[in-house]
């Protein structure tokens, strides 16, 4: 599925690099968000964006820094990168208009390796 | 702490056994539930959804999902598993602004 793209799909970088996750769609949803995977844990969402003026922090926002340049773009930062980074992230986009029923379309997935 | 629970974190079956993969969470008020499954290398995707209605829901590749209110549980079921099934999956509830995930259940099948 190529509506929600995902750039690079992996990326090894070392400890104190900054490092941006870019992600785009061509779905037309408002809504954009940015999770993280990790083995035991499932998804945490890091931030979350309901229009380019409305951006949330998610449950493990700290380290992350996210920018919604526009509707279709949503690209998430680490400042410095640290080990405890490392792990597979998603971005995934949702229809304003389904509100809370809305399902959340994923990407392919960013697998980011800090050393 | 409010949550997602999935009480299994891996199961293997054969072909054509029944499956059963639990999800409690603890959120109040109304919700919606889903569950997700990622098949090997590939990205997250919904297999079924409840909101409103019907507490039984159906989705694609013949699962279903019951949501009982009272137990605060959406357990996935799917009566005959095929080796095609192997994949982790996710329950998730929608609260409104955004989406929680259960940590996964990787589920095994073997030819």
């Known amino acids: 599925d190529a509506d929600v793209t995902q750039t690079p799909r992996n990326r090894i970088t070392k400890t104190g690099k900054r490092i941006m996750l870019e992600c785009s769609q061509t779905?037309?949803?408002?809504?954009m968000y940015w999770y993280r995977q990790d083995p035991g844990l499932g998804l945490r969402l890091i931030y979350y964006s309901f229009d380019v003026k409305d951006i949330n922090k998610g449950e493990i926002s700290d380290g992350y820094s996210v920018s919604r340049q526009a509707q279709a773009k949503f690209s998430l930062s680490l400042e410095s990168a640290i080990p405890n980074q490392t792990a597979l992230y998603f971005c995934?986009?949702?229809?304003?208009?389904?509100?809370?029923?809305?399902?959340?379309?994923f990407g392919p997935g960013t697998r980011l390796t800090v050393l | 702490a409010q949550s997602v629970s999935q009480h299994n974190h891996h199961v293997i079956l054969s072909e054509a056994a029944s499956l059963e993969l639990g999800c409690n969470y603890s959120y109040g008020g109304t919700v919606n539930l889903f569950w997700y499954v990622q098949y090997p290398g590939q990205h997250l995707q919904l297999l079924l959804k409840y909101f409103s209605g019907d507490p039984l829901v159906k989705g694609i590749k013949g699962f279903e999902a019951e949501f009982i209110k009272s137990k605060f549980s959406f357990n996935l079921r799917k009566p005959s598993v095929q080796w095609s099934d192997t994949a982790e999956y996710f329950c998730a509830v929608n609260l409104g602004r955004d989406m929680r995930f259960g940590a996964g259940t990787r589920l095994t099948v073997k030819p």
């Open positions: 995934a986009t949702s229809d304003r208009l389904a509100g809370a029923t809305d399902t959340q379309y």
């Open positions: 779905k037309g949803h408002d809504r």
